[in-house]
């Protein structure tokens, strides 16, 4: 602590280390084509096939947390396919 005072005073100390944490593995541009292909009106019927999607396209392997987090959250983007109802239910 006392080198970084000595070296650069008061805004030495208050300056913070973050760390720019784990890059993406898919490109803004791989991210645009991936929005595109979600807004197309067939679009996707589970993770599961964008997961195989994203791997035939731009060969690149995701887990499926990693993937539902980017589509559901980042991309702000929902499955086309609805979930199954019960047939008595009105």
């Given amino acids: 602590m ?3 005072y ?6 030495a100390l208050l300056t913070l280390y973050v760390p720019n944490g784990k890059r993406s593995p ?3 541009e791989h991210l ?3 929005q595109q292909a979600l807004e197309q009106p067939n679009g996707f019927g589970s993770y599961g096939e964008i997961q195989q999607w994203i791997s035939t396209t731009f060969g690149v392997q995701l887990s499926y947390n990693a ?3 980017l589509v559901r959250y980042k991309l ?15």
Avoid at 76 to 90: D, F, G, I, M, Q
């Fill in 2 to 4: 006392a080198h970084r």
């Fill in 6 to 11: 000595v070296s650069g005073g008061v805004p």
């Fill in 26 to 28: 898919l490109t803004p």
């Fill in 32 to 34: 645009a084509q991936l």
């Fill in 67 to 69: 993937l539902h987090k």
């Fill in 76 to 90: 702000r983007a929902k499955l086309k396919v609805p979930h199954p109802s019960h047939t008595k239910k009105l």
